[in-house]
């Protein structure tokens, strides 16, 4: 079974085919990140304008790379929430159209399932599983009784982690998107400014406003007072509050939800190399009988191959939409 899928939900317009679930034959994606970095952040309408020009070009390269066409497609999948509301419409309207005009099915995929199933392309996924899905819209962890269920165990009260580390580093004179500016200069500094500690009621929940303002605050004390502080110091301290934040509720996660097989990270921050090392030296070693996996870097930000595996999997389960289908810029992971 060969799924075409459709990613355009921020500012990356994707197309991939995915055969059977888990063998990539293509995987295109399309950026207007340079052009977003010139505001410091993404213009959603930038985004959607781009989206409109890149996404014919970019699907006839995913069926070209693959060497194939749309007869040889079994089912269209497209992210149809959440995110930018222009920018995910652009991808669901161009994927009803070849859809209807190809006389194949439309498969609708959340974005968030599709961050969790790009692991599949990499290994067997065992259920019940735990996602840590950190994006830059996102940060949830998510239990998967199986494939098809999602069970939201625990969620950001306010900023999404990836939003906090490109924030962060806007302040501190950085190029988006700052989440790997801050990990490669983390990487010279050493943790030595105290910052808030996000606190939660539900201890799986997240919260990244607090930490993010007591950065700003830092900085904005030591203008105002004169006094030089080190960059690459401030940008450690605050990724290892982040992540240690993070860790404590994966491991409260891992310690209290019963019967967990398989761990497994999603989303643009798992490319973070702290958190990854961390994930492997300090969180895996106490938890022999649970598998983990943390992607490749290229599974990690958004691409459309997870969006064709995702979609594989919701097509076997009966999903389809039709052509009343419309984006929707926020519904919740279900
Ligand atoms: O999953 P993604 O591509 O898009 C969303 O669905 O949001 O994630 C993008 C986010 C951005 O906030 C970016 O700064 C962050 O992932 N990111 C990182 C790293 N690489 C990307 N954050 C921390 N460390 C990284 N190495
Ligand atoms: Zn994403």
């Known amino acids: 079974m060969i799924v075409l899928g459709i990613e355009s939900t921020c500012d990356e317009t994707a197309a991939a085919l995915v055969e059977d679930g888990r063998h990539l034959l293509s995987n295109v994606i399309s950026t207007s990140v340079k052009e977003q970095a010139l505001y410091g952040g993404v213009v959603p309408e930038i985004a959607s304008r781009r989206h409109c020009e890149f996404i014919s070009a970019t699907v006839k390269k995913a069926l070209l790379d693959a060497g194939k066409t749309m007869d040889d497609v079994d089912a ?60 830059g819209g996102h940060t949830e962890l998510v239990y998967l009784k199986d494939e098809n269920s999602f069970t939201v165990l625990g969620e950001t009260q306010d900023d999404a982690i990836g939003e906090a580390f490109d924030k962060v580093a806007r302040v501190m004179g950085l190029p988006y998107p700052g ?31 607090g930490l993010k303002s007591s950065v700003l605050q830092f900085i904005s004390r030591c203008e105002r007072k004169n006094e030089t502080f080190v960059p690459a110091d401030l940008a450690c301290s605050f990724q290892e509050t982040a992540l240690e934040a993070l860790l404590q509720r994966v491991r409260y996660a891992l310690d209290h939800v019963e ?56 097509y076997q389960h009966g999903r389809r939409a039709d052509l009343g289908i419309s984006a929707d810029a926020g519904l919740p992971l279900q």
Not at 180 to 203: C, F, M, R, S, W
Not at 262 to 278: E, I, Q
């Open 259 to 314: 019967g967990i097989r398989h761990f497994v990270a999603a989303g643009g921050v798992a490319a973070n190399s702290r958190l990854r090392a961390l994930i492997s030296e300090e969180i895996a070693p106490r938890y022999p009988d649970i598998q983990f996996t943390i992607p490749p870097l290229s599974c990690c930000t958004d691409n459309a191959a997870m969006i064709a595996v995702a979609g594989t999997i919701a």
């Open 76 to 135: 269209v999948a497209v992210t149809f929430a959440p995110g930018l509301i222009g920018a995910v419409l652009v991808g669901v309207n161009f994927a009803k159209g070849l859809a209807y005009s190809a006389g194949k099915p439309l498969v609708p995929v959340h974005h968030i399932a599709g961050h969790i199933f790009a692991n599949a392309l990499i290994t067997d996924l065992h259920f019940p599983l735990l996602a840590l899905v950190v994006s």
């Open 179 to 209: 989440g790997p500016q801050i990990d490669k200069l983390a990487k010279e500094g050493h943790p030595v400014y105290a910052l808030a500690k996000p606190k939660t009621e539900n201890p799986m929940d997240f919260s990244f406003s």
